[in-house]
């Protein structure tokens, strides 16, 4: 099978977590002996063209834009250029994958012109954003969120909260939506036996001191400013031996106001970008993860801290609630509610044995639940269910 793929980001360029969904959703399905080709976007030094694992990758030149949506109409030029050319040197593809609206315009004019039937994976909406539209922009993202889920001949979501999102927000057929978790490489946080991790430990707090982190994009719907809050609640049942350390670009000014004005300055730490070999490194010295989200589809940050071992506290919202099991897995609070987290962060600092069987817990279901491999498998299954429904029509 030919697959064509279009995602606007893909590693080196990490923007959410859709570059590492496609970097390691489709190596195993190369593995499975089909042809992946991915046009994504040009980003620093990266080659326009090479394979990595298996998948042929394609960067795009995108003109500077007037502003972002501009930028993001020349980017689709481009994708479809690139992918015009590559149908006329190599033939036509089986398959389109877009992934999410950004590359929806690009894979529509695809599909319509070269009869290939689209498959679309929606990672997030803007209406599950920000709890509603309530601007021009957040209505016209929706729109083309809209138009690319018509467009599509299958839905893929990486929850059932995200399947009933779409039902609600787009009217989105519940039978064309299939529900595909995010997944893992647990190996990639296997500890290096020749880091010496407690110097590496002593960069980010000190040893008496137990690292409660978070890691993600700076935004309102992450919570990042509930942890905060609850920061201080954390501290008192401590005896002030805890340091909370933010990983993750973006304005943070608001946030470090937030932890001045609460007396909790000396105790965080803002990183900023952390490369993916420090974090990795990183996250196994951790004590407690904290995803305290007010909208989350579904949380893969939360996997990465399985496979590190390290114990999770998320809130009750969208597929974190899913992917955690309160009490199994994790440890699941009240969303925007910073007493509950407190209280769950507190409950997996103080009580190691409890918080080491959520660990042992949570990494076998990793295998079980949110294996690449099994996910490949099933996303394939869409793939041919696509086929030989396409097979049966006639497209005029």
Not at 130 to 158: M, P, S
Request: charged share 25%.
């Amino acid at each position: 099978m030919k697959i064509l793929v279009l995602a606007w980001e893909f590693p080196p360029r990490l923007v959410g977590g859709i570059a590492r969904h496609v970097a390691e959703l489709y190596p195993e399905l190369v593995k499975r002996g089909h042809q992946v080709s991915l046009i994504t976007v040009e980003f620093n030094r990266a080659p326009d063209f090479e394979v990595v694992e298996g998948i042929q990758v394609y960067r795009v030149k995108v003109a500077e834009g007037n502003d972002f949506l501009h930028w993001v109409a020349n980017m689709n030029q481009s994708m479809e250029q690139t992918s015009r050319s590559l149908i006329a040197q190599n033939g036509a593809f089986d398959l389109i994958h877009a992934h999410d609206w950004l590359v929806g315009d690009a894979a529509i004019a695809l599909k319509h012109q070269f009869k290939i039937p689209l498959t679309v994976t929606i990672h997030a909406t803007e209406y599950g954003r920000h709890n509603g539209l309530f601007n021009d922009t957040q209505r016209y993202v929706a729109g083309k969120e809209g138009v690319l889920i018509y467009n599509a001949w299958r839905v893929i979501v990486c929850s059932n909260y995200m399947r009933h999102e779409l039902e609600r927000a787009f009217g989105a057929p519940w039978d064309k939506m299939d529900v595909i978790y995010n997944g893992i490489r647990p190996d990639k946080k296997k500890r290096d036996p020749g880091v010496d991790y407690p110097a590496f430990r002593r960069r980010y707090a000190l040893e008496e001191e137990k690292i409660v982190y978070y890691v993600g994009r700076m935004t309102y719907e992450k919570g990042v400013s509930v942890l905060l809050t609850a920061a201080p609640q954390v501290l008192h049942k401590l005896q002030g031996q805890a340091k909370f350390v933010i990983i993750g670009g973006g304005n943070t000014d608001r946030l470090k106001q937030l932890a001045w004005n609460l007396g909790i300055w000396e105790h965080c730490l803002f990183t900023g970008f952390m490369s993916d070999e420090d974090l990795d490194k990183f996250q196994t010295i951790a004590d407690c993860a904290v995803f305290p989200s007010l909208y989350e589809p579904f949380g893969i940050v939360a996997l990465e801290s399985f496979a590190a071992r390290v114990p999770v506290v998320v809130s009750n919202t969208g597929g974190l609630a899913e992917v955690v099991r309160h009490g199994h897995t994790g440890i699941v609070t009240y969303t925007n509610n910073p007493d509950s987290l407190a209280w769950g962060i507190v409950e997996a600092l103080k009580n190691p044995e409890y918080a080491q069987t959520l660990v042992d817990n949570a990494y076998r279901e990793l295998e079980l639940r949110f294996s690449w491999a099994k996910l490949a498998e099933e996303t394939e299954a869409v793939y041919r269910r696509v086929l030989a429904e396409r097979s049966q029509v006639v497209w005029e």
